[in-house]
């Protein structure tokens, strides 16, 4: 490594410690921080529990007030969203001028921009000649029903000197983004903190604990397919399960209705967001991971760590994390009917799939963890550093 301390400044797009996108970040932050020859300032865009990841491992910040450039595709070219984006646009004229003082004053190297989100950081770097990393971590138009105001903005993404996907899924999905210099690395996750030895001991008659964890704002992400297929199951007279759900959102309550009118509230436990879901990793047996469009599947992965038997619809980026069903179980999207079949055959051979499901805690650790992504993220750094 070069012997000058690199300075590295992360513009983040939120401060939510529940959102995967941040904690990878952190994650990220706290491991290059720990290098003596790396210094990590990370700018948020406003108030929030995040700052306890970053606070709590030493992690500089600073909140500058910002506004993403997304919009959800219904406000898209409104009148009313085109005057909200103009309102947006000036207050990050002024976010844009203090992030610039901040490049300056700690001297920084490198921006890194931690998702597609934000384009403040990006703009600031280019007034100050500074290069910029940019890390593609959403697919917004099919997983969250948004897009970019404007699709001049790939043209400012573009100009990054970096770009990195967090899967192959997310990589095919930009083709507006055509940067020479990209790689794709998939998000790092902490193996200390979800690993989990496990021991497989149920026969048919034990209930099975089956586990889903994600935003309850968006159909997209399948919660009502779990419904639907839990539903199937009782009236199939198979009653030795049970469901856990984590996660909040303007469909939480509709979804609790939706229980409740299908008669099976004794079946499901709602547990809002958790802000650490160790715990429920470890309760479950079977993680499902339901997004039709999940662009990495942090929450995946977290559970693979923890020994969970994966059953995953097979489209996004899930087929890629579960190796195409080498390492998990791979239903149809969108469709109950598959993801009740498969949710069936585990509960009545639950501990046949115990090799796969072990198979798949093994490759978690293997391909996704930390410090392998923090060791991929820093080459790229040096690389830049040394074109220079």
Known sequence: ????????????????????????????????????????????????????LLSNVGVKYHVIRSCSWVQHLNEHKTILGTLKMQIKRLVNVFAIMRICVTIKYNKIDIVHINTISSYVGAVAARLCKVPVVWHIREALDVDQDKCLYDDKAYSIINKAKYTLYISEFIKNHYPQISMPQNAMIYNGIDEKEYYYKRTWNKDEQEVVHFLNVGYMGNEKKGQILIIQAASELVARGITNFDVTMVGSGNKEKEYIRRVSEAGISDKFYFLGELENTRDEYKKADVFIMSSSAEAFGRVTVEAMMAGCLIIGSNSGATPEILEKGKSGILFEANNSQSLTDAMEKVIHNFGDYEDIAKKGQQYALKNFNALHNKTEVLRIYEDIIAGQ
């Open 1 to 52: 490594m070069n012997s000058k301390k690199m300075n590295i400044l992360f513009i983040s797009s939120d401060n939510n410690p529940a959102a995967g996108a941040f904690r990878s970040m952190a994650k990220l932050c706290e491991l290059l921080n720990k290098d003596e020859n790396i210094n990590i300032i990370v700018i948020l865009p406003k108030e929030g529990k995040g700052v306890r």
